[in-house]
C-alpha cells in the first residue's frame, strides 16, 4: 500500500511549541528517494559548473601581453641590422633575427634536450653549450644531435602605412617589402612553429 509505505518511510519530526495555543509545526525529514535526487541535482550542477569554467578557461586568453605564452610587443627600434647578432628578448625566450629573407623570432630552446644555445659573433652561428648543435642566423640545422632547425614564433609585423605581414605555416622569415617602414613587431609565444627538418 503506497500511503503506508510513504509513511514508514517519511520521518516527521515535531518541534516543540512554547505557546500552548500555536499549532505544532510538523517537518517531514525527505525520504530516502528525495535524498538521491538532491544527491543526484548536485553532481549534475557541479559537473556543469566545471564544464562551463573549463570553456571559458579555452574561450578566454590565459597569458597577457608580455608574458610567456602570450604576444611580446618587439620595438622595431630595437631590430638588429641585416646581418648583425640576432636580438635576444629573455622574457619571451627567443630571439628576433633579422635575415636576408626577412624577419623571424627564433625559440631559444635546442631542439634536442632543451637547452639554450648562444648566439656565437666570431662563427656566425648558434651553438648549443650542451651537445654541440650549431643552427645558421635563421635557426636552420648545421650539425650536431638536433633533430630538426630551431623553432619559431609566429609572428606579425605591421607597417606605418597600415599593412601587415604574418609568418606563414613554414615559420619562414618575414620579407620586408622594399619602401616599406616597420610600425611595429608582434611575436606571439604562444603560437610554435616546428623549426625545418634536417638536411
Ligand atoms: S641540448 Fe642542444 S645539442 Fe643537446
Known amino acids: 500500500m503506497a500511503t ?44 556543469l559548473g566545471q564544464a562551463g569554467a573549463g570553456l571559458l578557461w579555452f574561450v578566454f586568453p590565459r597569458f597577457r601581453e608580455g608574458e610567456f605564452g602570450g604576444v611580446f610587443p618587439f620595438n622595431p627600434a630595437d631590430l638588429p641590422p641585416v646581418g648583425a647578432a640576432p636580438e635576444w628578448v629573455a622574457a619571451g625566450r627567443f630571439h628576433v633575427s633579422n635575415t636576408e629573407n626577412g624577419i623571424l623570432a627564433l625559440y631559444g630552446v635546442c631542439t634536442h634536450l632543451g637547452c639554450l ?36 614564433f609566429s609572428s606579425t609585423i605591421i607597417f606605418t602605412d597600415g599593412t601587415s605581414a604574418v609568418t606563414d605555416d613554414t615559420g619562414d622569415p618575414i620579407p620586408i617589402p622594399e619602401g616599406k617602414t616597420i610600425a611595429e613587431i608582434r611575436v606571439n609565444t604562444g603560437s610554435k612553429i616546428t623549426g625545418p627538418a634536417n638536411g
Open 4 to 47: 503506508t509505505t510513504q509513511a514508514v518511510e517519511r520521518a516527521s519530526v515535531a518541534r516543540p511549541s512554547t505557546d500552548t495555543n500555536e499549532p505544532t509545526v510538523r517537518m517531514d525529514a525527505p525520504t530516502r528517494r528525495e535524498f538521491m535526487y538532491y544527491i543526484w541535482g548536485a553532481s549534475i550542477a557541479l559537473l
Open 117 to 152: 644555445p648562444k648566439w656565437v659573433a666570431s662563427n656566425v652561428r648558434f651553438e648549443c653549450p650542451c651537445h654541440g648543435s650549431k643552427f645558421t642566423r635563421d635557426g636552420s640545422y648545421i650539425e650536431g644531435p638536433a633533430p630538426r632547425g630551431l623553432d619559431r
